[in-house]
């Protein structure tokens, strides 16, 4: 057979891998139940049921709402901002702040904590004299000094409510879980980010479950994964590669690293740049 022949044979032969690891794949997502740790709910997975359960506090949205409007006024004041930019962006966060306080007088969607209420009254004022024109560098400092001290606060009192909101939804989940699913459950925390140890899931899942925060047995972070199909999808591949790599190299890690990785550290090695 020649080259082309023998590419080809192995081409077929790589395709039919990933159609027997997908199926293999499929068969394995339905061994084991899979909660999800969406931003707002906790949505259990076990065969082709699913139980959704909410858990996030108005607080915690109103809190990382506040903050964002903090840095945006801060960005929009800095020197490289064009002026025009400025003018319409601060004109813009006006309006929005004022709602925001003006929602205090009622109950509706829901009242501000005082914390949040009073960060948004000191971007107020800075908004207020940015859009008469630049701040100069000394206001822009201490603006961002007394804003920066209650984030902090907030941020603080906003995590406590939503890990207890956390809590009390996990809990409700449990109580559904026998003892079996209670100790083989995977998890998964979705996210846009790069994995984030610290995040709140991370934190609250690796606790419950009793993992060391570099492991990631049970616990881990769905990077870039927004949906549970993938989040489901990331479980089963990563149980089947354990799997494969117990059988084939000894250590079930093996396929959790690049894959070239020890080749190339070894080769490297070798080189003498």
């Not at 858990?55 to 801060?74: G, T, Y």
């Not at 702040?97 to 205090?104: C, E, R, V």
């Not at 606060?153 to 809590?167: C, D, P, V």
């Not at 020890?262 to 090695?269: I, K, P, S, T």
Request: aromatic residues 6%; glycine residues 6%.
């Amino acid at each position: 057979m020649n080259s082309d022949g023998d590419t080809s044979a192995l081409d077929a032969g790589n395709e039919l891998f990933h159609q027997a690891y997908r199926g293999a794949r499929d068969g394995v997502r339905q061994q084991v139940a899979i909660l999800v740790v969406l931003p707002n709910a906790l949505a259990l997975h076990r065969q082709d049921h699913r139980q959704s359960m909410p858990f996030s506090r108005p607080s915690f949205a109103q809190a990382k709402s506040a903050a964002h409007i903090a840095v945006a006024l801060f960005a929009l004041t800095c020197a490289e901002a064009t002026g025009e930019q400025r003018r319409a962006g601060v004109a813009r966060l006006l309006e929005h702040i004022g709602a925001a306080l003006d929602s205090m007088q009622g109950a509706t969607p829901a009242p501000l904590d005082p914390e949040i209420a009073a960060l948004l009254e000191i971007c107020l004022s800075f908004a207020r004299v940015s859009r008469e024109g630049i701040p100069s560098e000394r206001l822009r400092a201490e603006f961002a000094s007394q804003a920066g001290q209650r984030i902090l606060s907030i941020t603080e009192l906003a995590t406590r409510e939503q890990i207890a909101a956390l809590h009390d939804a996990a809990e409700a989940i449990w109580r559904t879980l026998s003892p079996a699913d209670q100790a083989e459950i995977q998890v998964v925390v979705v996210g846009d980010h790069q994995a984030r140890a610290r995040s709140l899931g991370m934190q609250y899942f690796k606790r419950r479950l009793h993992e060391e925060s570099e492991a990631d047995r049970r616990v881990t972070y769905g990077e870039n994964i927004s949906d549970e199909e993938e989040a489901i999808s990331l479980v089963a591949t990563r149980r089947l590669d354990k799997r494969v790599a117990q059988a084939f190299f000894g250590d079930e890690n093996r396929l959790q690293r690049d894959v070239l990785g020890d080749a190339a550290a070894r080769c490297l090695e070798e080189m003498r740049f």
